[in-house]
């Protein structure tokens, strides 16, 4: 399938910082693609150049061949945008949320009233309809927002840390919702701080940090590729030296993380330097590769 | 963009306005008739009377004007700063085909036209009272869209320029409050020192248009009246100014 979104050599700049430093992505039709990566990585920045909400000092990037600088108007009429934050009109019923904003679409009452229908129906917020947007709770406000940005029908779903702050029920809510959008042929987009979520979602990722992609691929491939599908937790034994044991080693405080290809061989390695060590084995996840890529440190 | 984009922000405002009717609407509508009362009649009747006409003829104009004028300014000003700063509004539409341009206009367009309501609606109440006559009162009711036009666009243009809402006691306490003592309002400037009056001639639109409005009172002179439209020139430079810092401010 055809990329749709490409973006090449782009470089942004806020007043002297480079929050972006020549990253090349694309998105192909029907595909979930995750940006990942610590905070200030430039998951954002990223999400606001697609969407058109903001502009980059270089390189190039389209949307359906559209060039972002010359069409945004356009552009955005092809996104359906799901923000970090829950920008809904605090002015408004449920309802009205949805009819107000499909007027910036020019999209005509009769149709919208339709549409919106649907949407609630979709998101389970039918009988919400005539509330008004404080009183609903944070994974309903979400939902909405869902709701809101499919108002357009758009053939790109952009999602900034979709469930962020919601609990694990509502989080998994909106996984299926957006699984069921992929199905009906929508590309989605979607930055996360969870690595669950984008293995859960995704079929391609790219983990950022500091303003470049360090890797780009599908998760398992990538955990694979890069660390190995096994990892072999250890407590307790900073004084061992591990050297004569395969797989790469992540030090954490007291813990020890081999991450591996076959566990076997660490198994064996570790029970022959330390007689009966306690160990746990389980397979490799993102999280450990998101680690072994931006390291422990905390962020900013 | 397309010159018709912006009329989405302004149906918005005007589905919030219909909605909070109560609060928008009847609550500011009582307070020209404290004023009437307070200096119409209150203070009115110790003035004997002012340039050949009585007090409370000579602050009919004022009251007028000042619904107008507090209608539009503290919309664009404290209203819409709140929808950029806290409730993310201005976000949430530039995500459409809506751009930064429109939102602006929108909201300019809307602060023009609760003024142009408040001033009507305060004009009507004068002439059901037999204050003003029905005549005078089609005469002012373009100035009072130009002046609401004018704050509302002053109002932006302080808007994109703060960083807090508490700044905008800048503008408040350092223009608006002295414009709405030393621009004709309550008294002539006549009879104040030389270089206030220049002063007043110059900063405040509002001094112009009082002229204008007060005209029919004096004896009606035609270049009097027309030079409070003026006043439009002074919107039309604080609209341009404030749609270009507002994309400065939101487009980064």
Known sequence: MKAIIEGSKIVKRYDGFEALKSVDFYVKEGEIVGFLGPNGAGKTTLIKLITCTSFFNEGHLSVFGFDVNNSQSKVKSFIGLVPQDNNLDPDFTVFENLLVYSRYFFIKKKQAEVRIDKLLDFV??????NAKVNDLSGGMKRRLIIARSLINNPKI?????????????????????????????KTVVLTTHYMEEAEQLCDRIYILDNGRILVEGAPNELINSYIGRETVEIENCND?????????????????????????EVIQGLTKLCGDIKFVVRPSNLEDLFIFLTGRELRE | MKLWMWIPVWRRNADVFKKLFIVNFFLPFLEPLFYLFAFGFGLGSFVRDIEGMSYRTFILPAIVVMASLNSSFFYTTYSSFVKMFFQKTFDAIIATPLSIEDVVVGEIMWGTTRGA?????????????????????????????ILSFTFSSLGMFFTSVVNNIESFNYPIFLYFTPMLFFSG????????????????????????????????????????YLYGYLTLLHGLFFFMVSIKLMRKKLFK
């Open chain 2, 185 to 224: 309002t309550f008294f002539p400037i006549t009879s104040l020192p030389a270089i206030l009056i220049i002063l007043s001639n110059i900063v405040f639109p509002l001094t112009i248009m009082l002229k204008s409005f007060r005209t029919f009172f004096y004896g009606f002179n035609v270049s009097t």
């Open chain 1, 157 to 185: 779903l952009v999602l900034d840390e979709p469930t962020t702050g919601l609990d694990p029920q509502a989080r998994r809510h909106i996984w299926e919702l957006i699984g069921e959008l992929k199905k009906s042929g």
């Open chain 1, 240 to 264: 061992i030296d591990l050297n004569s044991i395969p797989g790469k080693k992540m030090f954490y405080k007291d813990k020890i993380y081999i991450h591996c290809q076959e566990k076997m």
């Open chain 1, 124 to 129: 389970s917020l039918t009988d919400r309809k």
């Open chain 2, 117 to 145: 309501i408040s001033g009507t609606m305060v004009l009507l109440l004068f002439v059901l009272l037999k204050l003003i006559t029905l005549k005078i009162a089609l005469f002012y009711l373009p100035l009072l869209i």
